[in-house]
């Protein structure tokens, strides 16, 4: 199956700090999207972005299907934006629905 | 619309017991999964359905029935619970068009099997 691996595994910033989170995939895909998961647990969309480029406050995300990557961007990090990130895709053969996640990014944002 | 909704937020059970988590969702989303979130694993596959009546495996199957007799419901049955299958289980909703997927997570269950 389609492998998904997410970089770096632990981030830690200082609030206003600017980041940038990375996806590899390792083939076509046309479903991909970014989740952060708060320290409740709740999983919360944050884009829908199979290919090209968008934006929504300071959160930005990037996906360029034909290298196989994806970034999310977060500029001047608040300490909400603590949790960890997810990136899910599906795979391009026929069940774009199923969703394969990588291991997802820790990240630490301290005041 | 309440979205996706799962009970209960919190279960213990001993192990051989067996319990449903129940899902539903009020979207008319036609595709329906379940996925297990483990420390360090991310979450992973374990049963779809891409409308009523129709179920499919996913990654991690073994332990787990599903069913979809209704369009909203989607319960996820542990037959005899094991300690393995301690987890958090999150059920996820979409409309199948392939062209746009996006999909929606409930707000989980938290399961001990001691």
């Known amino acids: ?111 | 619309n309440a979205g996706v909704t799962q009970t209960p937020k919190f279960q213990v059970l001993k192990t051989g017991q067996s319990m449903t988590l129940q899902c539903a969702q009020d979207m008319n989303h036609e595709y329906m999964s379940w996925y297990r979130q483990d420390p360090g694993m991310g979450l992973r596959l374990i049963h779809y359905s891409v409308g009523a009546g129709i179920t499919d495996q996913g990654e991690v199957p073994n332990g787990y029935n599903v069913s979809r007799s209704t369009t909203e419901d989607f319960p996820l049955r542990l037959l005899s619970a094991a300690p393995s299958q301690t987890s958090v289980y999150f059920c996820a909703s979409s409309y199948l068009p392939r062209a746009y997927n996006e999909q929606f997570f409930g707000p989980g269950t938290r399961l001990t099997v001691l």
Do not use: M
Request: charged share 10%; with cysteine; aromatic share 10%.
């Open chain 1, 1 to 111: 199956g389609i492998q998904v691996e997410q970089s770096p595994p632990d981030l830690i910033l200082q609030e206003g700090a600017n980041s940038t989170l990375r996806c590899n995939f390792s083939d076509s895909v046309n479903n991909l999207q970014w989740f952060h998961q708060n320290p409740w647990g709740q999983l919360i969309n944050l884009f829908y972005i199979p290919s090209g480029t968008k934006q929504n406050g300071r959160l930005s995300a990037t996906t360029v299907a034909t290298e196989r990557y994806s970034l999310l961007y977060i500029s001047s990090s608040q300490t909400t934006d603590s949790g960890v990130y997810f990136c899910a895709v599906g795979d391009s053969g026929g069940s774009n629905y199923k969703l394969t996640f990588g291991k997802g990014t820790l990240l630490t944002v301290n005041p």
